[in-house]
């Protein structure tokens, strides 16, 4: 496949998450976080699973580190727990968690691998969930100091930092709807779970410019089509996409909330908007992290509650998760930020993947010609965007290894690399060869 309007230097990645590969959750002086504490209740993750070994990352990093190397990978986004650093997310810095981060940091560096850390991926310190978690604004300072004290130490050798994680999903799912942790139910009580994590980039960017670093964030962002072109459908589509995409994008691009009145609130987001905070959440990025997996269809509701209902996507191929595979929504998508945010910045794909149901066969591999024909369908969708004008950057697949799905446990596959849950051994899948050749040869034509 030529991609031919990708850059020469365009970054080839892979990206993960501290609690959905790490494992070793009490070790070396690590604080619990929502996610320990969640997994541990019953009936909140498929089968019980839970992160407490997850990929035994922490303790096999080195060999995951070489798997990078044999992809041949020149970016790796990996998020850092923030309560390995602090453990209970503020005060005393524990050595240990940051030597971790710090060995990881170097052993990328040794590759050719750029580390691109993520402050923030959905495990907060339950120290800090304890005092209300992100509807505590407090919350956002306790973030910066964070960033403070990882930036000091890493900063010398991490040019490239991503704060916030799917700010979106970590409110909906965590605060509004309680599928993931904290697990708490408070349907639109919770939108001030998208100020204050938005409020904690704002001052963790001022923190890492202080020193010089470039910031991005990583939002999960889909386009939104109404199922019919009815006044009604439209309205429910628009609705969605100001929770989903706007609530999130607008602050940063345009410095003010869109019109929330589809959710019962005003500007100020239930009382949470201060002076001054916006200034601080729409200093400019260095570049927006995109995550993609599939558009969405929006209908009007059959009953009351929300002001939208989820339609089917049909006549496509799904995901072993369900997902529809629609990769044109990559460059629809791209192409539809480009216009509506006229300073959009240079923009990085921060995931995109899919679960496909891997087996290792008896000869040893993992035929995933489906996780094949999606990221090559993805791959030319952000090519015709670049031609389209929108700058594209890199491209980092979710994920390196089958991990911690969430909510899902160990049974939803998205890895490059299939491991076995039971024992560890990781066996890379054809996937992981066709990325690899996939780099080697854009890499090849780049140098000619
Ligand atoms: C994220 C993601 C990852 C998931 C992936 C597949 O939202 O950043 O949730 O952590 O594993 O998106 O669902």
Known sequence: ???????????????????????????????????????????????????????????RYEEDLGLMAEAGLTGYRFSIAWSRVLPTGRGEVNPKGL???????????????????????????????????????????????????????????????????????????????????????????????????????????????????????????????????????RAAAEAYDILHNRLFADPIFTGAYPDLSAYGADATLGGSVRDGDLDLISAPLDALGVNYYNPTRIQAPAAGGLPFEEAPIEGVRHTAFGWPVVPDGLRELLVLLKERYPALPPVHITENGCSVDDVVTADGTVPDTDRIDYLDGHLRAVDAAVAQGVDVRGYFTWTLMDNFEWAEGFHQRFGLVHVDHETQVRTPKASFAWYRDLIREHRANAER
């Open 1 to 59: 496949m030529t991609l031919n309007h990708l850059p020469a230097d365009f970054v080839w990645g892979a990206s993960t998450a501290a609690y959905q590969i790490e494992g070793a959750t009490k070790e070396d002086g690590r604080g619990p976080s929502v996610w320990d504490t969640f997994t541990a209740r019953p009936g909140t993750v498929r089968d019980g699973h839970t992160g407490d070994v997850a990929c035994d990352h922490y303790h």
């Open 99 to 233: 030597d971790f981060y710090d060995r990881l940091v170097d052993g990328l560096l040794e590759r050719g691998v750029e580390p691109f850390p993520t402050l923030f991926h959905w495990d907060l310190p339950q120290g800090l969930e304890d005092d209300g978690g992100w509807l505590n604004r407090d919350t956002a300072y306790r973030f910066a100091e964070y960033t403070a004290v990882v930036a000091a130490r890493l900063g010398d050798r991490v040019r490239n930092w991503i704060t916030l994680n799917e700010p979106f999903i970590h409110m909906a799912w965590g605060y509004g709807l309680g599928t993931h942790a904290p697990g708490r139910a408070l349907l639109f009580d919770c939108l001030p779970v998208a100020h204050h994590q938005l409020l904690g980039h704002g001052l963790a960017l001022r923190e890492l410019r202080s020193l010089g670093l470039r910031v991005m964030m990583a939002n999960n962002c889909t386009p939104v089509r109404p199922a019919s072109p009815s006044a009604a459908d």
